[in-house]
T-cell receptor
Framework: DAGVTQSPTHLIKTRGQQVTLRCSPK?????VSWYQQALGQGPQFIFQ???????QRGNFPDRFSGHQFPNYSSELNVNALLLGDSALYLC???????????FGPGTRLLVL | AQSVSQHNHHVILSEAASLELGCNYS??????LFWYVQYPGQHLQLLLK??????LVKGIKGFEAEFIKSKFSFNLRKPSVQWSDTAEYFC????????????FGKGNQVVVIP
């Protein structure tokens, strides 16, 4: 049973560029949530997707956007990258929005 | 919005010592509570969770946590740690009713010395 997978594992970008991160949920899960984990901090909620719609959003600017596909996989897009966007981006999936979330390995983004 | 406090960010202890990590949350309604663990080089894994019922919850690898509603706390305990328990531990909470967003604490970095 495959767990949550994310790609790429690492990414280096420069300020002003755009980035797309990808997530495949655990088998049978239909809900995907994205979190940002800065160094030395706990993960912070970005948004959650269910039935191909953004259902909830945390305190992140519109530069952060996402998408969920019919197969439940998801993308996180960040435009106009800032140095402060450097972090580990975590994807979590759940069987429906209110169920326990299971995390992937994350994508480490470095913005130079 | 929910918030979580974890104290003693860095904990160093010897094998066979007992471990207790504190977690306090701030939220006026009913909550679900979680402890996640991140072993070196691995992803966040669920250690245990509390939704309702018995406030003493047992998780994997001999860990347990106790929900004390009056203290807004969900402390994690293990009677005797092993070197393999070296990891970062995160407490998280979400609202029982309403949104499912997890609010995490800053984590406890635990190092167990053989």
């Amino acid at each position: 049973d495959a767990g949550v997978t994310q790609s790429p594992t690492h990414l280096i970008k420069t300020r002003g560029q755009q980035v797309t991160l990808r997530c495949s949920p655990k088998s049978g899960h239909d809900t995907v949530s994205w979190y940002q984990q800065a160094l030395g901090q706990g993960p912070q909620f970005i948004f959650q997707y269910y039935e191909e719609e953004e259902r909830q959003r945390g305190n992140f600017p519109d530069r952060f956007s996402g998408h969920q596909f019919p197969n439940y996989s998801s993308e996180l897009n960040v435009n106009a990258l800032l140095l402060g966007d450097s972090a580990l981006y975590l994807c979590a999936s759940s069987l429906r929005p209110k169920e326990t979330q299971y995390f992937g390995p994350g994508t480490r983004l470095l913005v130079l | 919005a929910q918030s979580v406090s974890q104290h003693n960010h860095h904990v160093i202890l010897s094998e066979a010592a007992s471990l207790e990590l504190g977690c306090n949350y701030s939220y006026g309604g009913t909550v679900n509570l979680f402890w996640y663990v991140q072993y070196p080089g691995q992803h966040l894994q669920l250690l245990l969770k509390y939704f309702s019922g018995d406030p003493l919850v047992k998780g994997i690898k001999g860990f347990e946590a106790e929900f004390i509603k009056s203290k807004f706390s969900f402390n994690l305990r293990k009677p005797s740690v092993q070197w393999s328990d070296t990891a970062e531990y995160f407490c998280a909470v979400n609202a029982y009713y309403g949104n499912n967003r997890l609010a995490f604490g800053k984590g406890n970095q635990v190092v167990v010395i053989p």
